[in-house]
């Protein structure tokens, strides 16, 4: 009988299908993973509704996943840091390593990194999947392999706050309390930010943010006026954030975290909307706000490892709900519905606590 290498392929849009597939072989420079833990991303969720994100559209079918960690099941020839057996967490971006933005450090921005379930490149919501080995980053005992996957958002919250210049006593305005608003938080807070005030229009999701340390919530419903929200993050405050970071992607939020941020402070936009948006540019200009970008992470898993394994922060707090990978539909319903105040949904690819040395 083959191996079971059951595995989660998207082939358009509402065709979510587990199937059996080869088991992948590795080149020198890979490992091949047994894979346990799978978060489902709101990319993951946004392929399956519209088969879309912007550019980058299902023309074939794909292997869905990419917050994920398994164990090491073979090595390749020239793999020097892994052996059979180790836990890790896998980086699910693979650059070139030769253009001029990895050459710089800024891998992130190479023009062509493979990353995992972006069209048309596989994920790897699967019971196998290969892997470059130096983009796999050995989990202590101590962490568990949920903890793992989760150094995929974390990575993205601590990339934003390193984009923010987040310090010791910066006041933070973060906008979306939900998977990337909550990395954030917990990065910031990590970072030595002061008071942080955290919004969403759901209130569940607060009350996490405040049991992870949020200094002020606010609950945002979508018909407030704008400038009632700036007076009332003020307010709360007691002055203006020195950084805002927002992750909705929605224009509202892009125009309020502008409107709120103090003279001389940052802004900075995670959560991407459409194309083209319109914000109060030159009220940010005049007031000499900078305005940055994030793509995702460069460099952050290990600082992501180092948090998580330093005890300090507890990000399975995020996590709400777990399912195996033969339940991956009711997963995806889950988190895409938002099912019993979901925030962060597992897929188990492995019988859960199975690799986990202390358990979850
Ligand atoms: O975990 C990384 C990640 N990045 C996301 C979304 C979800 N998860 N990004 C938003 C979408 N972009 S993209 O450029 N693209 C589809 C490649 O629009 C990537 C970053
Ligand atoms: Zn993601």
Redesign the pocket.
Known sequence: MSVDNLTAVLYGVEDLRLEQRPIPTIKDDQVLIRMDSIGI???DV?YLVHGR????ILQKPMIIG??SSGVVHKVGKSVKHLKVGDRVAIE??VPCRYCENCKQGKYNLCPDMI?CA?PPVDGNLSRYYAHAADFCFKLPDHVTMEEGSLL??L??GIHACRRANIGLGTKVLILGAGPIGLSVLISALSMGAGEIIITDILDDRLKLAKELGATHTLVVSKDAKESDLVKQVHDTLGTAPDVSIDCTGFEATNRLALLATKSGGCVVIVG?GPPDVKIPLISGLTREIDIRGV???CNDYPAALALVASGKINVKKLITHHFDITQTSEAFDTARYGRGGAIKVIIHAAPRNENNLKPF
């Open positions: 991303c709101g990319s946004h994100i912007g550019d980058f990419h917050e699910p971006g990353f972006t995929e958002p990575s993205v991407c793509f995702r992470y």
